[in-house]
């Protein structure tokens, strides 16, 4: 990810449900789902849509104790490969469909990248919704470490987001079926191969995946794409990007005020513009949102793509928090992408 530039400007759960020890804001009671031609004597399972999405920030930051225990996972490291490797396998345990997208692009030539090529993979989740075409959100974030040396291990920075979908992947399985099609990408190449972002040296994973989805036929399945991108800074505030869609910030930042995390979303004073996996769906029409903390350490970013992006420099807490305003949104979204496409 990378600020375009700071710019300020003028400016349905259960009722009383304690969800990870976080109350849930009075909701509509669940309401069953029926789908197209499903008659109401059927035996198919009942979706019930506004079932909670269970998150345990706790479990998803001992993980990332483990994940940074492999050191730098920059694209094609062995560390990054054993990663790829176990969160393939716990997918399918979960009861998910995995897929790899594996290519090879053109990068700029440095001691890391000689030959200017570089080759990634992109790890592909599928959670089937009750029917073939079914409606789908999107939701990923980056995996890969930036080239930065034996030292950046990117706790915060390619290691939060990590954890934060696997362990969004154990929500969705465990209330699986849900009233929508799910998807979880996690996304190599994010990083630029130079220190900054320069043109096209950046999101090569997401890109790729954004692309296939037209390829494939998918594109008119997707409702949302929802990206997550370091969410475990100790002092957790979500930044308010203009390039996000406008309904689908709300949403989240709606869901925060709910569930009384609202001092963890920026206001719109301290909005910016913020490059990162998004644009790359926005980029081809489809509507997206970035939920990121881009003030890692403040407003400085003393930490940001550096060695000092470390396992102290997160917390069990932030992405607990991270994670009710997550699937929060989340529950509300599905509703809201149903509502928009029965209105078509």
Known sequence: MHPCHQRPLPLLALLGLLLWGFPWACAPAPTLV???GQA????LPAIVLGTPIPFDGTRAHAQLATVVALGPRHPGSPALAELLDTLDEELLAL???TRRETFSAKVPITPATPKGTQTYTNLVADLPGPAKDSPMILVGGHIDTKFLGENFIGANDGGSSTVALIE???GLAST????LAWRVVFFDGEEAINFDWLGKDNTY???RHARELYKRGEDKRVGAVVVVDMIADLDLVLTWDDYSTKWLRQIFWTAAKDIGLGKHVATARRRTLVKDDHRSFLDVGLEAVDLIDLD???PLRPYWHNDQDTLDKTSAASLETFGQILTKGLVELEAEVLRRRRKR
């Open 34 to 36: 029926q789908q197209p």
């Open 40 to 43: 109401q004597e059927n035996t």
């Open 95 to 97: 009861g998910f469909k």
């Open 168 to 170: 969004l992947a154990r």
């Open 176 to 179: 699986h079926p849900r009233a």
């Open 205 to 207: 994973g997401s890109r």
């Open 296 to 298: 890692y350490g403040g």
